[in-house]
């Protein structure tokens, strides 16, 4: 367990000790305060750093530790999987980005590193912030992400058959509880009066 400097878990905290040992974010582009200040679910904001720093297993960077047999996206089979290929230019992922994300068109953004992928969460296309609070829009990109990659293992473990439909119907329940949470907090913050300390009646105090 890995606990910040007030003895908490965090997402941040395990980043920390990663770049302890790793010195991954020194010379970065993505402005990490930011991604840890996301309204998101801590794993998603674990699952986007993994992805910041080029850590996930995709079978590009298996490809420069081991020997695989078969270094093409497990998707589409197209291309080798890179995260840039996988979460943005196979054509299962801009599938999906457009059915479930305000019809997003992948293949319009220019991402040459994960690093820009995640940049694009922090700081989505003003297109889309126009038709959803910004913070609503990381949301859903970055669940997105998410579902690419649980699609992407899905294959690669059950080798069941993609369910774009199911997928995109899973990002929107996801993103509905989530928001749904948010609210519930904002709203019984808002009630929770505040205490005050007031000091004892002296002439109520009886001393023997």
């Not at 995109?168 to 300390?197: D, K």
Request: charged share 20%; glycine share 2%.
């Amino acid at each position: 367990m890995t606990l910040n400097p007030k003895g908490i878990f965090s997402v941040k905290s395990v980043s920390r000790v990663f770049s302890s040992h790793i010195n991954t974010q020194d010379s970065s582009t993505v402005a990490w305060k930011k991604l840890w200040n996301l309204k998101a679910p801590e794993t998603i904001k674990m699952f986007l750093w993994r992805l910041g720093v080029n850590a996930l297993p995709t079978r590009e960077n298996l490809l420069k530790r081991v020997d695989i047999h078969d270094p093409t996206c497990l998707l589409c089979q197209g291309c080798i999987e890179s995260p840039c290929h996988l979460f943005l230019r196979c054509p299962i992922a801009k599938a999906l980005w457009f059915s479930a994300c305000w019809g997003f068109r992948a293949k319009d953004v220019r991402a040459d590193s994960p690093e820009d992928i995640v940049n694009l969460v922090i700081k989505p296309p003003d297109a889309l912030c126009r038709v959803a609070d910004q913070w609503k829009v990381s949301l859903v990109m970055a669940l997105t992400l998410d579902e690419i990659w649980m699609m992407r293992n899905t294959e690669l473990h059950l080798k069941s058959k993609v369910d774009l439909r199911a997928s995109t119907q899973l990002i929107q329940r996801r993103f509905r509880e989530y928001v749904a949470v948010c609210s519930a907090s904002l709203t019984s913050s808002a009630h929770i009066s505040p205490h005050h300390w007031t000091p004892l009646l002296l002439a109520g105090l009886k001393l023997t």
